[in-house]
């Protein structure tokens, strides 16, 4: 089963404050996990992957954890400013050949109020 | 959008009528991608494509056709058979640096 699951569907968090976002993947096939921003009629845009053997990578305010034995991976944007306001979308990777399939999560929406 | 192209921003549809939506790049990418996103659904996959004349159906094929003629492009069609085509449509291409993908600015179709 390739399915991504992702919670909470929306997210309030005050500026400076923490968002977190959680995933959980059952395939173990996928080979790297991205997460992706999206702003209101645009496309989505990488905003940062990891690789299954790695627990952790951080870029700027955000850090992916990973946890391969609970099958889980969850982003954390650290002192949320009101620009990071956007949808958020974890996805698993499965590469072949040239080619990358990516599941992704149903997305959450999320508001960082002034 | 890095080099993936678009159009148009906005399509609206008759019933019963078909409607193409253009992809086009110009990163000299094989794969490329069709997605459709709908509100709380994330994005499915519709069609995908790896090379020239070769393209394989994604999780939600039906109601759909593309073409694979010249790599830089890869039209998506929602057909009459697509009874539910109001949807925001995405083209992404397969990156490979990072594995990850680029996307289109999106096509939003609206049925009339």
């Known amino acids: 089963q390739q399915q991504v699951k992702q919670s909470p569907q929306s997210l309030i968090v005050q500026k400076g404050g923490i968002s977190i976002i959680n995933c959980a993947y059952e395939n173990t096939a996928f080979d790297y996990f991205p997460w992706y921003q999206q702003f209101p009629g645009k496309g989505p845009a990488l905003l940062i992957a990891?690789?299954?053997?790695?627990s952790e990578k951080k870029e700027g305010r955000f850090t992916i954890s990973f946890n391969k034995s609970a099958k889980q991976f969850s982003l954390h944007i650290m002192d949320s400013q009101p620009g990071d306001s956007a949808t958020y979308f974890c996805?698993?990777?499965?590469?072949?050949?040239?080619?990358?399939?990516?599941?992704f999560g149903s997305g959450t929406q999320l508001t960082v109020l002034p | 959008d890095g080099g993936i192209t678009q159009s148009p921003k906005y399509l609206f549809r008759k019933e019963g009528q078909n409607v193409t939506l253009s992809c086009e790049q110009n990163l000299n990418h094989d794969a490329m991608y069709w997605y459709r996103q709908d509100p709380g659904q994330g994005l499915r996959l519709i069609y995908y494509?790896?090379?020239?004349?070769?393209?394989q159906k994604g999780d939600i094929a039906e109601g759909y056709s593309v073409s694979r003629e010249k790599k830089e492009s890869f039209p998506l069609t929602v057909t009459s058979a697509q009874k539910n085509p109001t949807a925001f449509y995405l083209c992404?291409?397969?990156?490979?640096?990072?594995?990850?993908?680029?996307f289109g600015s999106g096509t939003r179709l609206t049925v009339v």
């Open positions: 494509s790896q090379i020239v004349n070769d393209f």
């Open positions: 990891i690789r299954p053997d790695v």
């Open positions: 996805a698993a990777v499965i590469s072949s050949g040239s080619a990358r399939q990516l599941t």
């Open positions: 992404a291409i397969s990156t490979g640096r990072n594995y990850g993908y680029t």
